[in-house]
T-cell receptor, first 115, second 117 residues
Framework: AQTVTQSQPEMSVQEAETVTLSCTYD???????LFWYKQPPSRQMILVIR??????QNATENRFSVNFQKAAKSFSLKISDSQLGDAAMYFC????????????FGKGTHLIIQP | NAGVTQTPKFRILKIGQSMTLQCTQD?????MYWYRQDPGMGLKLIYY???????DKGEVPNGYNVSRSTTEDFPLRLELAAPSQTSVYFC????????????????FGPGTRLTVL
């Protein structure tokens, strides 16, 4: 079975600085997708960024980018120019290609933005 | 489009009571999911459905039942509520093909906070 591990329960960063959130995963599949979701205090789950395992190029979405290391099974999220609105729980998630059986989530990292 | 809607937003149950959490999506998605989120944890899959009339168990199905009679609705039934079922419940939906050639984003509802006392 696949597992997703987020080893940083909490991270803190100054506004306008850059922060990196770590995620490692374990799977026997070769073709899969990885995601970062943001969960603000409202509880709503918001997709931040998606990476397809067969793509070597790292995904980027505005201030958010990932460092995807397939061999190391590592998938970190970098947030540049941190803003107060970035404060939230961040979850790393995995699903195999064609998998209908839902996402596998890590335990999350609580990101604090210091003004 | 309302997206994925869930009712109720909050509920308190007594041990042994039963209830149904409602989930509806208006995006014509074929896949639907129920997750639970315990304090300080990520989401865990309870049940999922790949289409009307088809459901299957996820990682933590014990104490729950589901049905999928229409594309839009995917209710979650709790029988004989227990304190261990105190959690936040999320419904989600997505559109995907059998070939899985293109994974589409899972859209989440706002969640239901359930407390069992």
């Amino acid at each position: 079975a696949q597992t997703v591990t987020q080893s940083q329960p909490e991270m803190s960063v100054q506004e306008a600085e850059t922060v990196t959130l770590s995620c490692t995963y374990d799977t026997s599949e070769s073709d899969y997708y990885l995601f970062w979701y943001k969960q603000p205090p409202s509880r709503q789950m918001i997709l931040v960024i998606r990476q397809e395992a067969y793509k070597q190029q790292n995904a980027t979405e505005n201030r958010f980018s990932v460092n995807f290391q397939k061999a190391a099974k590592s998938f970190s999220l970098k947030i540049s120019d941190s803003q107060l609105g970035d404060a939230a729980m961040y979850f790393c998630a995995y699903i195999r290609r064609g998998g209908a059986d839902g996402l596998t989530f890590g335990k999350g990292t609580h990101l604090i933005i210091q003004p | 489009n309302a997206g994925v809607t869930q009712t109720p937003k909050f509920r308190i149950l007594k041990i042994g009571q039963s209830m149904t959490l409602q989930c509806t999506q208006d995006m014509n998605h074929n896949y639907m999911y129920w997750y639970r989120q315990d304090p300080g944890m990520g989401l865990k899959l309870i049940y999922y459905s790949v289409g009307a009339g088809i459901t299957d168990k996820g990682e933590v199905p014990n104490g729950y039942n589901v049905s999928r009679s229409t594309t839009e609705d995917f209710p979650l039934r709790l029988e004989l509520a227990a304190p261990s079922q105190t959690s936040v419940y999320f419904c989600a939906s997505s559109y995907s093909t059998l070939a899985g050639n293109r994974y589409n984003e899972q859209f989440f509802g706002p969640g239901t906070r359930l407390t069992v006392l």
